[in-house]
């Protein structure tokens, strides 16, 4: 079955720190991997995708097929970096998505 | 353009009763999806639609039903609700293509008592 681990629940990280949330996946399948951003009192948006292989805000993610992760890494956070990050796993027909428990970023300065 | 928009913001409701939540589209989006956020659990996919009059069940469909009777609204029915499904729910929709982004609502927080 499918399954989207994010080990962290909560990631605080000084200003101008590396960061680097983990994913890990199960999927029997080619995997489409996410990752999703919810910023305080807004929207959970679209962050990047690996099949674009961009990078957006800073970051970046790579997936590892081997070791089926698909990590977030920024090397320089910011205050403005702070929100909730969700990993997520397309899986199926209709484009469905299979979400991580999410990782809560504080950044502090 | 509006996006995604759900209606309402905020619900109470007593254990047993009845509601409905919509969710509207303005981007023409084929494919439409209900989820749930419980803390620690992430989101989960409740029910889905990839067209016009389609539905199809996702990871935690009990207790819920919808409906999809236009292409732009898609609604999501508690018939008989229980505190097990206070919950922030939130809509997304997506145009069904390989591109996959999936657009989201701002959310609608229910709590059961």
């Known amino acids: 079955a499918q399954r989207v681990t994010q080990p962290e629940k909560l990631l605080s990280v000084f200003k101008g720190a590396p960061v680097e949330l983990k994913c890990n996946y199960s999927?029997?399948?080619?995997?489409?991997l996410f990752w999703y951003v919810q910023y305080s009192r807004q929207r959970l948006q679209l962050l990047l995708r690996h099949i674009s292989r961009e990078s957006i805000k800073g970051f970046t993610a790579d997936l590892n097929k081997g070791e089926t992760s698909f990590h977030l890494k920024k090397p320089f956070a910011q205050e403005e970096d702070s929100a909730m990050y969700y990993c997520?796993?397309?899986?199926?027909?209709?484009?469905?998505?299979?979400f991580g428990t999410g990782t809560q970023l504080k950044v502090e300065l | 353009n509006a996006g995604v928009t759900q209606t309402p913001k905020f619900r109470v409701l007593k254990t047993g009763q009845s509601m409905t939540l919509l969710c509207a589209q303005d981007?023409?989006?084929?494919?439409m999806y209900w989820y749930r956020q419980d803390p620690g659990m992430g989101l989960r996919l409740i029910h889905y639609?990839?067209?016009?009059?389609?539905?199809a069940k996702g990871e935690v469909p009990d207790g819920y039903n919808v409906s999809r009777l236009k292409k732009q609204n898609f609604l999501l029915g508690l018939e008989s609700a229980a505190p097990s499904q206070t919950s922030v729910y939130f809509c997304a929709s997506s145009t069904g293509g390989v591109s996959y982004e999936q657009y989201f609502g701002p959310g609608t927080r229910l709590t059961v008592t």
């Open positions: 639609s990839v067209g016009e009059g389609t539905t």
């Open positions: 997520a796993l397309l899986t199926g027909g209709g484009n469905k998505l299979t």
């Open positions: 999927y029997s399948g080619s995997p489409e």
């Open positions: 981007m023409n989006h084929e494919y």
